[in-house]
């Protein structure tokens, strides 16, 4: 079952993110992770982009393929297109395709140094979205922003693009980590504002340690309300309480999400089973309250 018909039967979704290995990395580690987040019974597990060099886009579709086929579970598969040709994501989808891979996370991808911005097969997401809808048969999903893309010019031109994305035949939507429901809130309005109306996966992200905080807010502009700071002044020298603060913290953003709504939770969870475990069980009378009314 795509993860598109998923949405048309259950809400809200669960989902988790994992990463493969880095180059030279264990394979069989991430594969107990999966194990792990397999008794979780989650809808689909998405799989990053592997580590950079030639062979990444074959673990992805690895990792993939294994989720599908040793657990039943649907998988989503990334794919970045910055510096790649039409012929290089043919290649790719015909792979896919082989092994029954049905969705595809389509993403820019980060810019390498000093590549030039234009003559480039995909100058954005948008454009593998639209390519992959003309030529193939996969369900796509991609990413939005709800405090606006940090390279974006604003926040209106992040929403611009957001709906060029969903017209180019986007099927639903993951936000990137967030620690402020309200600011999703308000994004979420204003994309129903314009006539958006693809499921939205909330992404959340346990923040366990501070400079894992540090380096998210960089890489993602993400703003931290003062509830967060606070809990982070308080408990930045005491590792095992600023661990168990976290949980509690994306605890609370699940269920205050849950309750209003949300199409999906998208579990950023670091490839750390047991942080999964931890928060599934803190939610998990919420989401059989919600799948059963």
Do not use: W
């Not at 673990?59 to 040793?70: E, G, S, V």
């Not at 810019?111 to 003559?119: D, H």
């Amino acid at each position: 079952m795509d993860i598109k018909t998923i949405f048309n039967k259950k809400k809200p979704v669960l989902s988790f993110e994992i990463f493969p290995p880095k180059r030279d990395g264990d394979l069989n580690s991430v594969y107990k992770t999966i194990d792990a987040l397999a008794m979780l019974d989650p809808d689909y597990i998405s799989v990053t982009y592997g580590a950079a060099g030639s062979e990444r886009s074959n673990t992805t579709l690895d990792i993939a393929a294994f989720i599908r086929k040793q657990y039943q579970i649907e998988s989503l598969a990334h794919l970045t297109c910055v510096s790649s040709s039409k012929d290089d994501v043919d290649r790719i989808f015909d792979k896919f395709e082989a092994a029954e891979i049905e969705n595809i996370l389509a993403l820019r991808g980060d810019l390498p140094e000093g590549m030039a911005t234009n003559n480039r097969a995909f100058q954005y997401a948008g454009d593998l979205i639209q390519y992959i809808k003309e030529t193939r048969n996969f369900t796509v999903g991609a990413a939005c922003y709800p405090e606006g893309h940090i390279e974006a010019k604003s926040r209106t031109v992040d929403l611009i693009n957001l709906k060029q994305k969903t017209a180019q035949g986007a099927d639903f939507l993951v936000t990137q980590l967030f620690f402020d429901n309200e600011k999703f809130y308000d994004f979420r309005r204003e994309v129903r504002a314009l006539d958006i109306d693809i499921p939205i996966t909330a992404g959340i992200m346990p923040v366990l340690n501070k400079n894992q905080i540090e380096r998210m807010v960089a890489l993602s502009g993400a703003s931290l309300p003062d509830k967060f700071k606070r809990i982070m002044s308080k408990y930045e020298f005491n590792p095992q309480a600023l661990h168990d603060a976290g949980i509690i913290y994306a605890s609370e953003q699940l269920v205050d999400l849950l309750s209003t709504g949300v199409d999906g939770i998208h579990l950023y969870v670091m490839n750390k089973p047991e942080v999964a475990k931890q928060l599934v069980d803190n939610v998990s009378n919420v989401l059989k309250a919600l799948r059963s009314s």
